[in-house]
């Protein structure tokens, strides 16, 4: 099984650092958004998914890069953030989710951590969530990678 982990993130590298720790316990490929031109993941038969939550969605980028890549037949997909609430996740990743299953990609799992939130009027006080995501959240990311890709 190949596995690719596509991610964006800006502010505080909450969802690199989440991207890595699944990249590294499952020796997936990583890659961020910025630096993938081609939309082309064929020859990956699992891909991941993420970004942080801004507005209660995943970045538009990560969205827009969803309806356009190419997959293999049969590959799934997982979805996965970082969110100063996470607990919404299950709104939050509604627009990825559907376009990966508007496309036919079955989507096998999703994973919302929370990472330091400065935005908005979170900013006001400081921010929410300083220090995650922590060492025990990249535990769980690491177990749900794992999961995921049957290791």
Do not use: Q, W
């Amino acid at each position: 099984m190949r596995a690719v982990i596509v991610y964006e993130s800006l502010h505080h590298g909450n969802t690199k650092r989440v991207a890595e720790a699944m990249a590294d316990a499952i020796g997936a490929d990583l890659v961020h958004l910025r630096d993938r031109r081609k939309a082309d993941l064929r020859g990956y038969s699992l891909v991941g998914l993420g970004s942080g939550i801004y507005r209660l969605r995943h970045h538009p980028d990560i969205i827009a890069y969803a309806a356009r890549m190419k997959v293999e037949p049969g590959a799934r997909a997982f979805v996965f953030s970082t969110a100063g609430v996470a607990f919404l996740s299950g709104f939050s990743h509604r627009s990825l989710r559907r376009t990966l299953e508007e496309r036919g990609l079955p989507v096998a799992g999703e994973l919302c951590l929370c990472g330091h939130d400065t935005y908005a009027i979170f900013g006001l006080i400081g921010g929410i969530n300083r220090g995650r995501p922590d060492e025990r959240d990249l535990d769980r990311a690491r177990v749900f990678a794992r999961y995921l890709a049957g290791t």
